[in-house]
Nanobody, 120 residues
C-alpha cells in the first residue's frame, strides 16, 4: 500500500519560512514526477511546484523566487522550502506523486494535506 506522508506545516509569521516534507512509503518500484499543490478556503486546488523524475523543477508564478522544491531519491521524499511567506500563502498543502509498485504505468497518489497558516 503506497502512501504519501506529509509533515512540516504549521503557524508562521509573515516573512517567515517553512519546510514541508512528503515521504512516499510502501512497496515502491519507481517514482516519477512529484509535486506540491495547495488549496485555500473557498478556492480551487492549485499547483505550487513540480519536480520531474530527473530533478528539474517548475514553479507557479506565486512561488517563483520564494520557494524551492527538491527531492531525495534515496528517501523517496520531496521537499518544499518556502521563504518570505505571506498571509495569502495560507492553505492546506498537498503532496502529489506518480508512483508504480511494479513495472508498468505510473499511478497518481495524493497525500492527506498539511495546514500552513501565515499570520501575525
Amino acid at each position: 500500500q503506497v502512501q504519501l506522508v506529509e509533515s512540516g506545516g504549521g503557524l508562521v509569521q509573515p516573512g517567515g519560512s517553512l519546510r514541508l516534507s512528503c515521504a512516499a512509503t510502501g512497496s515502491i518500484y519507481s517514482i516519477g514526477t512529484m509535486a506540491w499543490y495547495r488549496q485555500a478556503p473557498g478556492k480551487q486546488r492549485e499547483l505550487v511546484a513540480v519536480i520531474s523524475s530527473g530533478g528539474t523543477p517548475t514553479y507557479a508564478d506565486s512561488a517563483k523566487g520564494r520557494s524551492t522544491i527538491s527531492r531525495d531519491y534515496a528517501k523517496n521524499t520531496v521537499y518544499l522550502q518556502m521563504n518570505s511567506l505571506k498571509p495569502e500563502d495560507t492553505a492546506v498543502y498537498y503532496c502529489n506523486a506518480y508512483i508504480n509498485v511494479r513495472p508498468g504505468p505510473l499511478r497518481n497518489y495524493w497525500g492527506q494535506g498539511t495546514q500552513v497558516t501565515v499570520s501575525s
